[in-house]
């Protein structure tokens, strides 16, 4: 039998035609599979996969009064430079700090002591990473559709493991909350916390922040990220955690740098690029001095010698600058520590300071 029109002259039984067209569409679909797989490796190539970590400071707006709607406006702004990187092709995975959030948690409870049992520090750090996490999924899902993308972005509590032994949790240097007197620094320090005085704008509490040793979620941040999900986690550096006697975890009264605890993220990820978006646009030498000079393009050799130096404040840009710097040494292509606003631009353009392999 044959059908006009529909087999070509000369051709065989319909069942041997059907068979060969459908090896032909077959290999058609084979080769523009095979096409748009070397297109998209050939534009893959560029594609990176970046760890962006947003300053806590650098959320709570111009004032530092961590007001919600100035944070929802910082995070606002964040959220679309990163939504800009997920749109151009990169995979991306967003932490973030917590310091005045975390320290705004802790005075409410010492304020309503005599009301309500106050709940330890590492409770409040998991609660900053559900507060903050709620408001940037919310962000980042407007920020992608804005480009067509609707992907899942998901908030991950993150566990953090620390040392409890570490020195460094009896000698303070994370500051938190907002910003006081002197009067009122002087009344925490007679009830045994302690308080430091960070010039113009006033004292900070300040708590033990441990050195973090591995992102005890990091294998599922990276399942995730692989799958296609938008992921924030170790928020305001992880929860930090040490091991319980039955074979589990327990939490601990500390806040980890969310900058040291992102070159891990980065690493669990394996990422290439690491940018840490805070409140101003370079770290500078000198800073605090007439002298300050901006830093724009270094390898982490200079970065190292201005690190020996003392170039950087203690708990603030100095954590960042000694993040970035193993970021890199441990085999990352590059960091950036930059503004909110140079996010985007951070990943291939010189803005802020750019730390390359040496
Ligand atoms: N060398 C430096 N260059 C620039 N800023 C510095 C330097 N040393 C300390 N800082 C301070 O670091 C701050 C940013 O760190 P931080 O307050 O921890 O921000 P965030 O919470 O946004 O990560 C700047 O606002 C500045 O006051
Ligand atoms: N946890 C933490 O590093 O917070 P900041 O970014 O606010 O300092």
């Known amino acids: 039998m044959t059908i006009a029109g529909i087999y070509p002259t000369g051709s065989k039984d319909p069942i041997s035609l059907l068979a060969t067209t459908l090896a032909s569409c077959s290999n058609d679909f084979r080769r523009e599979d095979r096409q748009e797989t070397t297109k998209r490796n050939a534009s893959k190539e560029q594609d990176m996969r970046i760890v962006v970590a947003l300053g806590g400071n650098a959320m709570s707006g111009p004032d530092g009064a961590s007001r919600p709607q100035d944070q929802q406006v910082a995070i606002e702004l964040a959220a679309g430079h990163i939504a800009e ?8 995975v967003v932490t973030h700090g917590n310091g005045p959030q975390v320290g705004n ?9 005599h009301l309500l ?16 996490g709620f408001t940037l999924v919310n962000a980042l899902e407007r920020g992608l559709a804005a480009h067509g993308d609707h992907r899942d972005v998901v908030a991950l509590v993150t ?4 040392d409890p032994d570490d020195p460094a949790m009896s000698t303070p240097t994370k500051a938190i909350g907002p910003y006081a007197s002197a009067e009122r620094a002087a009344r925490g320090t007679a009830d045994g916390q302690a308080w430091r005085d960070e010039g113009e704008r006033g004292w900070r509490r300040i708590v033990g922040s441990p050195e973090p040793q591995d992102i005890l979620e990091g294998a599922a941040i990276a399942a995730l990220v692989s799958s296609g999900f938008l992921v924030i986690a170790a928020g305001g550096g992880g929860i930090p955690c040490a091991p319980d006697s039955r074979g589990g975890y327990r939490g601990i009264e500390a806040v980890i740098d969310k900058d040291l605890s992102a070159t891990l993220l980065a690493r669990a990820i394996d990422a290439d690029t690491l940018i840490i978006a805070t409140d101003v646009e370079h770290a500078v030498l000198g800073w605090g001095t007439d002298d300050e000079r901006p830093i724009g393009r270094v390898t982490t050799g200079d970065m190292r010698r201005y690190l020996d130096a003392g170039h950087f404040g203690v708990g603030s840009m100095l954590p960042k600058m000694e993040a970035v710097t193993r970021f890199v040494e441990s085999g990352g292509r590059r960091a950036v520590v930059t503004s909110l606003a140079n996010i985007a631009a951070a990943v291939d353009r010189d803005v802020g300071t750019v730390i390359l392999p040496t």
């Open 85 to 92: 990187l997920v749109a151009a092709g990169h995979d991306v």
């Open 159 to 162: 566990r953090t493991l620390v």
């Open 105 to 113: 948690i802790l005075l409410k409870n010492e304020l309503s002591a």
């Open 117 to 132: 049992a106050p709940v330890p520090l590492d409770w409040c750090g998991a609660q900053t990473q559900g507060t903050l």
